[in-house]
């Protein structure tokens, strides 16, 4: 299983903290990104939208995901389920320093996430302590006055990677333990008892 950790980086001139509009786990924030099939290399060619809030039943068993999508070259189905809990807003120090913040992580069957777009829906907020809401970074950049700090603001040259995670249980592995547990015992118990009938089935 391969998960991507979307970071992301730019420069915050007077400004710190970038984030969703309702923070890093903000259930009604838009991704908005492409998807490479993972079998043909194929591209879409629109962006794919998910948001936390926005999920859909798997077609087998109990689980949920936040996309199921079909190439258009190879008819291969593959899903995007979010991974809440991972993200931390962008600061100045981290921005300043050239490194990148991650916001969410994305466990991609059959695709791998690729050109992340910036929408809609940000919030930052000046050193000085004012809040800017609603934040439209489609443009690629955002500029403002901050009068408390009695100075302008400036987000640019934004920047977006999705980072390959191979071990994506490994740091809450505590965490997930009990629900992985429930869900094994279940499972096991469901494929003894289906077993048991198939097999009593196959005696003459
Ligand atoms: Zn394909």
């Known amino acids: ?16 903290n970038l984030e969703p509009q309702g923070g890093v786990d903000d259930p009604n924030f838009s ?14 060619q629109k962006e794919t939208c998910v948001s936390l809030n926005d999920t859909v039943p ?28 991972k993200g931390k807003p962008l600061t100045q120090e981290t921005s300043q320093s050239g490194k ?24 930052v907020e000046s050193l000085e302590g004012t809040k800017f809401e609603n934040v439209d970074l489609s443009s690629g950049e955002f500029a403002e006055y901050d009068e ?19 071990h994506p249980h490994h740091h809450n592995r505590e965490k997930l333990r009990p629900f992985f547990k429930i869900q094994y015992d279940t499972m096991t118990k469901w494929q003894e008892r289906s077993r048991g009938s198939t097999q009593q089935q196959q005696q003459p």
């Open 58 to 85: 798997l077609p087998v068993g109990k689980g949920s995901t936040h996309l199921i999508q079909k190439c258009k070259f190879c008819g291969r189905d593959g899903t995007v389920t979010m991974i809440q809990g």
């Open 100 to 123: 990148f913040s991650p916001m969410m992580l994305f466990d991609c069957r059959g695709y791998e996430p690729v050109d992340f777009v910036f929408g809609t829906g940000w919030k």
């Open 148 to 166: 408390k700090g009695e100075c302008p603001v400036m987000i640019s040259n934004l920047r977006a990677t999705f980072d390959v995670s191979r």
């Open 1 to 16: 299983m391969v998960n991507f950790m979307l970071t992301i980086s730019g420069d915050l001139e007077n400004l710190t």
């Open 31 to 44: 991704y908005f990104f492409k998807l490479k099939c993972g079998r043909c290399g194929e591209l879409s």
